[in-house]
């Protein structure tokens, strides 16, 4: 409910602030779905790229993790972008028994075309914000993803 001087109430400015993270979220995926149909690939073969792109080297068990599939589908993903020449698998050199999955460097080129210029106008605009402000939102966001974890845990364990 909006006060009398104008402003809006905590609950309206959270009901507010959840509205803009769905619009966000939708947009979002919009954009992944066009760049997913650019590459050749799907969504999620799309979320298994950014993990390793995010990560660096990573194991297929890792892969499996973050993203809440089993280590069976990570490694038909794994395949599916090997196909495209966009990750590869090699031997840890600590550990031969461990496999470990990079971005090959054509897909690292590929990203950094579509997603490039969308990261310089978001460093523009968070640079706009005080470091305490960034602070704030960083936590946020963290809060958010475990709060996102809970509810993939909680429909794993209900289905």
């Known amino acids: 409910m909006t006060t009398e001087t104008g402003k809006q109430s905590k609950r309206e400015l959270i009901q507010e602030l959840g509205e803009s993270f769905r619009v966000s979220q939708t947009r979002s995926q919009a954009f992944d779905q066009l760049v997913a149909k650019r590459l050749g690939i799907n969504l999620t073969d799309l979320s298994c790229l950014d993990v390793i792109q995010r990560r660096g080297r990573v194991t297929a068990g890792e892969l499996a993790e973050e993203l809440g599939l089993t280590t069976g589908a990570v490694t038909a993903i ?19 028994r461990r496999v470990l999955v990079e971005l ?15 990261a310089e106008e978001w460093y523009a605009l968070l640079g706009r914000y005080t470091a ?3 602070r704030l939102m ?14 993939v845990e909680l429909l794993r364990r209900s289905a």
């Open 78 to 96: 794994l395949d599916r972008l090997e196909d495209r020449g966009y990750a590869r698998r090699l031997r840890d050199q600590t550990d031969r």
């Open 104 to 118: 090959t460097p054509e897909a690292e080129r590929q990203l950094m075309a579509i997603y490039g210029p969308m």
């Open 132 to 134: 305490d402000q960034l």
């Open 138 to 151: 960083i936590d946020m966001m963290r809060r958010g993803e475990e709060v996102g974890w809970r509810g």
